[in-house]
């Protein structure tokens, strides 16, 4: 008993030794990564092929990184809203939230860290940020992220409608003031054809049967549909202090009337029933190649500019009947939600995004102008590659002419008066209701009691 | 050995109460965790100030005051309730009228029955996707059947005054549920009372009028309170088909809050606006509503349901 106890303790001292020295020769444990989640779905990001471009711009990421691991959680566009809120009520907020356009920011405002204490911190240069980047971000009193890209807006114009119909091209030239909303209504009017090949200005055109319309700004809610009209407050409609609704304006209303009579006395714009026919088919309104001119920004070059079956190219949004050129804008960054964890890395990966080595990769995925000049000049190449034989310039220059106050920005209480302005325009839209001054009176109404509703209990 | 043989202390009506709580254990924990405490939750939220990302603030009645003085509350009500009163009795006729064909001996009524009973096993989203196709006024296949009849089809989904309609219409898809349970009813009904009332020279629409629906009573009662709560609790079809909207379309509940139904406004308050105490107010009120509604409809059963060999006053 004895002899077989002294041998068990001899193998154990003699295992404890070999694995001792084992363990001097063991390589070193590897550090463990901090992972940081990125929630993919409040804005573009969520097509299969820009799903497969993150995937890659994660590996990128995660084979340079040691100590960070970064991951796309990519969430159906519907669901962005419940999945955000279910993760930050469960104590699993994502680290990083984009891209992120100026409404989902202001969706989510209250949500988002101030990143002004990290900027400080490494006293980070700004100053090769686009100015109008870096202020869309900017908020009295937080800055939600670095800027990442920018959406200017321009129209989108069919050349081969254009030469069917004899029409000149509209001006690539931003200061030719002849171009205003005036001569849009009179091109677009000529390029709307009914089934027996009249178009919307002949007498017997028949607006029953339109089967090609003129112009088309169906991809935005009524702040953006109005914002470049010339009113005090642009986009907003509010005053400053968000104390007064002010969307009865008296350019608002000239817009809308514009918007109105487009649709139901002029016919150049198609109708509620027009836009659902495309909206249930999947198509988009200018890929089909039956609207002369398409209003959006560049956020379309990705999704829409590809495998046309027709020649386009882009021209500048026309002046206003102020004399004004607004072209409003829309900017995508990266936020991070005030309840993540780990935001240091989350604050690293997002320098990471928008760094002048990374940012033209990031934008060429979601479709946006980035950020850093210091890029221009690659991704302008790198444009002319993706679409070639549009005019570029349109899209630089339009920067100039933004929005500001922006037609997306915060407004207390902004779902719901985003929702009651485009409950007016889809009144417009299915001919509800036709008269601009009835309908903004009443939506203004509307804001004004949610505006006193919010500060009483603010 | 011998303890397997000893007599248990418990009494073998006891040993089988406990074996059932056993078995039921595992539903009734996940009862108390995920409906009730959700339950219980979503009461005390309505009592409160709730945005998710700051803590609940309590405010007492005010959220249910509010309610009263909200004018879309009151409009996502009116639309609840207009939809509820034409497609809520439409579904259950229709559906009724399908399991008497149904219940004839004909060749090939199985495949009959199975071909009215599939569609209510598709999800509702892509009924709704589905739909929004067929009643698309450009591109769908009903406008164009209408006007072989020489009826010019409206915009249904983009015209406000057709939403609703259009809704009711696609809601005649999912009545297979009904049907099958129809079905059951009218199988159960004794032939010997046909029998008894062709020998007394019944017509049949006699022996239907006094025979077939009085029997079947209780199940247009069980369709009837199945119905009200389904009705009430509509939701996915309205957010599939609206929620595609764009501005233009007036977003979800449009064209022109068309479509914006109690559950939409609810959703929109909980998701949108970040009104959570507000939504768990709306979500209570309506509780309460449906509550209200079907003690009415068990309330009034007496006069109308007749349950065989039942004794009045049991």
Same mark, same amino acid.
């Not at chain 2, 965790?33 to 609940?56: C, H, K, N, Q, R």
């Given at each position: 008993?004895?002899?077989?106890?002294?041998?068990?303790?001899?193998?154990?001292?003699?295992?404890?030794?070999?694995?001792?020295?084992?363990?001097?020769?063991?390589?070193?444990?590897?550090?463990?990564?901090?992972?940081?989640?990125?929630?993919?779905?409040?804005?573009?990001?969520?097509?299969?092929?820009?799903?497969?471009?993150? &995937?890659?711009?994660?590996?990128?990421?995660?084979?340079?990184?040691?100590?960070?691991?970064?991951?796309?959680?990519?969430?159906?566009?519907?669901?962005?809203?419940?999945?955000?809120?279910?993760?930050?009520?469960?104590?699993?907020?994502?680290?990083?939230?984009?891209? &992120?356009?100026?409404?989902?920011?202001?969706?989510?405002?209250?949500?988002?860290?101030?990143?002004?204490?990290?900027?400080?911190?490494?006293?980070?240069?700004?100053?090769?940020?686009?100015?109008?980047?870096?202020?869309?971000?900017?908020?009295?009193?937080?800055?939600?992220?670095?800027?990442?890209?920018?959406?200017?807006?321009?129209?989108?114009?069919?050349?081969?409608? #254009?030469?069917?119909?004899?029409?000149?091209?509209?001006?690539?030239?931003?200061?030719?003031?002849?171009?205003?909303?005036?001569?849009?209504?009179?091109?677009?009017?000529?390029?709307?054809?009914?089934?027996?090949?009249?178009?919307?200005?002949?007498?017997?055109?028949?607006?029953?049967?339109?089967?090609?319309?003129?112009?088309?700004?169906?991809?935005?809610?009524?702040?953006?549909?109005?914002?470049?009209?010339?009113?005090? &407050?642009?986009?907003?409609?509010?005053?400053?202090?968000?104390?007064?609704?002010?969307?009865?304006?008296?350019?608002?209303?000239?817009?809308?009337?514009?918007?109105?009579?487009?649709?139901?006395?002029?016919?150049?714009?198609?109708?509620?029933?027009?836009?659902?026919?495309?909206?249930?088919?999947?198509?988009?309104? #200018?890929?089909?190649?039956?609207?002369?001119?398409?209003?959006?920004?560049?956020?379309?070059?990705?999704?829409?500019?590809?495998?046309?079956?027709?020649?386009?190219?882009?021209?500048?949004?026309?002046?206003?009947?102020?004399?004004?050129?607004?072209?409003?804008?829309?900017?995508?960054?990266?936020?991070?939600?005030?309840?993540?964890?780990?935001?240091?890395?989350?604050?690293?990966?997002?320098?990471?995004?928008?760094?002048?080595?990374?940012?033209?990769?990031?934008?060429?995925?979601?479709?946006?102008?980035?950020?850093?000049?210091?890029?221009?000049?690659?991704?302008?190449?790198?444009?002319?590659?993706?679409?070639?034989?549009?005019?570029?310039?349109?899209?630089?220059?339009?920067?100039?002419?933004?929005?500001?106050?922006?037609?997306?920005?915060?407004?207390?209480?902004?779902?719901?008066?985003?929702?009651?302005?485009?409950?007016?325009?889809?009144?417009?839209?299915?001919?509800?209701?036709?008269?601009?001054?009835?309908?903004?009176?009443?939506?203004?109404?509307?804001?004004?009691?949610?505006?006193?509703?919010?500060?009483?209990?603010? | 050995?011998?303890?397997?043989?000893?007599?248990?202390?418990?009494?073998?009506?006891?040993?089988?109460?406990?074996?059932?709580?056993?078995?039921?254990?595992?539903?009734?924990?996940?009862?108390?965790?995920?409906? %009730?405490?959700?339950?219980?939750?979503?009461?005390?939220?309505?009592?409160?100030?709730?945005?998710?990302?700051?803590?609940?603030?309590?405010?007492?009645?005010?959220?249910?005051?509010?309610?009263?003085?909200?004018?879309?509350?009151?409009?996502?009500?009116?639309?609840?309730?207009?939809?509820?009163?034409?497609?809520?009795?439409?579904?259950? %006729?229709?559906?009724?009228?399908?399991?008497?064909?149904?219940?004839?001996?004909?060749?090939?009524?199985?495949?009959?029955?199975?071909?009215?009973?599939?569609?209510?096993?598709?999800?509702?989203?892509?009924?709704?996707?589905?739909?929004?196709?067929?009643?698309?006024?450009?591109?769908?296949?009903?406008?164009?059947?209408?006007?072989?009849?020489?009826?010019?089809?409206?915009?249904?989904?983009?015209?406000?005054?057709?939403?609703?309609?259009?809704?009711?219409?696609?809601?005649?898809?999912? %009545?297979?549920?009904?049907?099958?349970?129809?079905?059951?009813?009218?199988?159960?009904?004794?032939?010997?009372?046909?029998?008894?009332?062709?020998?007394?020279?019944?017509?049949?629409?006699?022996?239907?009028?006094?025979?077939?629906?009085?029997?079947?009573?209780? %199940?247009?009662?069980?369709?009837?309170?199945?119905?009200?709560?389904?009705?009430?609790?509509?939701?996915?079809?309205?957010?599939?088909?609206?929620?595609?909207?764009?501005?233009?379309?007036?977003?979800?509940?449009?064209?022109?809050?068309?479509?914006?139904?109690?559950?939409?406004?609810?959703?929109?308050?909980?998701?949108?606006?970040?009104?959570?105490?507000?939504?768990?107010?709306?979500?209570?009120?309506?509780?309460?509503?449906?509550?209200?509604?079907?003690?009415?409809?068990?309330?009034?059963?007496?006069?109308?349901?007749?349950?065989?060999?039942?004794?009045?006053?049991?």
């Amino acid at each position: 008993m004895k002899k077989n106890l002294f041998n068990v303790l001899t193998l154990l001292v003699l295992a404890s030794a070999l694995l001792s020295a084992c363990a001097g020769a063991a390589p070193a444990t590897p550090v463990e990564k901090v992972k940081v989640v990125i929630f993919v779905g409040m804005g573009t990001g969520t097509d299969p092929d820009q799903v497969d471009a993150q &995937n890659k711009l994660a590996e990128k990421f995660n084979s340079t990184h040691d100590n960070i691991e970064i991951e796309f959680l990519i969430v159906p566009h519907e669901e962005y809203a419940t999945r955000y809120l279910a993760m930050l009520s469960g104590g699993n907020a994502p680290q990083l939230v984009g891209p &992120n356009g100026i409404s989902s920011v202001a969706e989510f405002f209250d949500t988002w860290e101030d990143i002004t204490p990290y900027i400080e911190a490494e006293k980070l240069d700004l100053s090769d940020f686009y100015g109008p980047a870096v202020a869309l971000n900017q908020y009295p009193d937080k800055n939600t992220g670095l800027p990442l890209g920018l959406y200017p807006s321009y129209l989108y114009y069919n050349k081969d409608l #254009f030469d069917a119909a004899g029409l000149d091209y509209p001006t690539h030239d931003f200061e030719d003031k002849s171009w205003n909303m005036d001569k849009l209504r009179e091109v677009a009017m000529q390029l709307t054809v009914d089934k027996n090949g009249k178009n919307a200005t002949d007498a017997d055109f028949d607006p029953e049967n339109i089967v090609q319309y003129g112009y088309d700004d169906s991809w935005d809610g009524m702040r953006g549909t109005l914002a470049d009209w010339g009113a005090e &407050n642009v986009g907003r409609p509010t005053t400053s202090d968000y104390k007064t609704a002010v969307a009865d304006s008296p350019e608002w209303i000239q817009g809308l009337q514009w918007v109105s009579d487009g649709v139901w006395k002029d016919h150049f714009i198609g109708s509620a029933e027009v836009q659902a026919g495309r909206d249930s088919a999947g198509v988009d309104p #200018f890929g089909p190649g039956t609207t002369g001119m398409f209003y959006s920004h560049t956020w379309y070059l990705a999704e829409g500019l590809h495998d046309l079956t027709f020649s386009a190219d882009i021209a500048p949004y026309p002046y206003n009947p102020k004399g004004e050129r607004i072209a409003r804008i829309d900017a995508d960054n990266f936020t991070i939600p005030k309840d993540a964890k780990n935001k240091q890395q989350a604050w690293e990966v997002m320098k990471w995004l928008t760094s002048p080595e990374i940012i033209v990769d990031v934008c060429r995925i979601y479709g946006c102008i980035p950020a850093r000049k210091s890029v221009q000049a690659k991704f302008l190449e790198q444009l002319k590659t993706d679409y070639p034989g549009i005019d570029y310039d349109v899209i630089f220059k339009s920067i100039d002419y933004l929005d500001k106050p922006n037609n997306e920005e915060w407004i207390p209480e902004w779902g719901k008066i985003e929702d009651a302005l485009n409950n007016g325009l889809s009144l417009i839209y299915s001919g509800e209701e036709k008269d601009a001054t009835k309908v903004l009176t009443d939506s203004n109404a509307e804001v004004q009691k949610i505006l006193d509703e919010y500060w009483a209990s603010h | 050995m011998q303890s397997s043989l000893k007599p248990s202390r418990l009494s073998l009506a006891r040993r089988e109460s406990l074996w059932a709580y056993a078995f039921i254990a595992p539903w009734i924990l996940g009862f108390i965790i995920f409906t %009730v405490g959700p339950m219980l939750a979503s009461l005390f939220f309505s009592f409160t100030e709730y945005d998710v990302v700051s803590s609940p603030r309590w405010i007492g009645l005010k959220n249910y005051t509010n309610l009263i003085h909200d004018e879309l509350f009151w409009h996502s009500l009116s639309i609840t309730f207009r939809y509820a009163a034409i497609a809520l009795p439409l579904g259950l %006729v229709f559906s009724y009228l399908i399991a008497v064909l149904l219940n004839q001996k004909i060749r090939g009524i199985n495949i009959w029955r199975t071909v009215y009973f599939l569609p209510s096993v598709i999800a509702g989203v892509a009924v709704a996707l589905l739909w929004s196709r067929i009643f698309d006024a450009r591109s769908g296949i009903l406008n164009p059947f209408l006007a072989q009849l020489g009826i010019k089809g409206p915009g249904w989904f983009s015209d406000p005054d057709w939403a609703i309609p259009a809704l009711v219409i696609m809601s005649l898809w999912g %009545v297979g549920g009904n049907i099958i349970i129809y079905l059951a009813g009218l199988q159960g009904v004794p032939t010997d009372l046909y029998d008894a009332a062709k020998v007394d020279g019944a017509t049949a629409w006699q022996r239907f009028r006094y025979v077939t629906l009085p029997m079947t009573t209780p %199940v247009i009662f069980y369709n009837l309170v199945l119905g009200l709560i389904g009705t009430f609790q509509y939701f996915t079809e309205v957010y599939v088909i609206s929620s595609g909207n764009s501005g233009t379309g007036g977003g979800l509940g449009g064209p022109a809050r068309s479509t914006l139904f109690y559950n939409i406004y609810l959703y929109q308050n909980a998701f949108r606006y970040f009104h959570m105490g507000y939504a768990s107010t709306m979500a209570w009120v309506l509780f309460i509503i449906v509550l209200g509604f079907t003690l009415l409809i068990f309330r009034s059963s007496d006069t109308w349901v007749y349950y065989e060999g039942q004794l009045k006053g049991r």
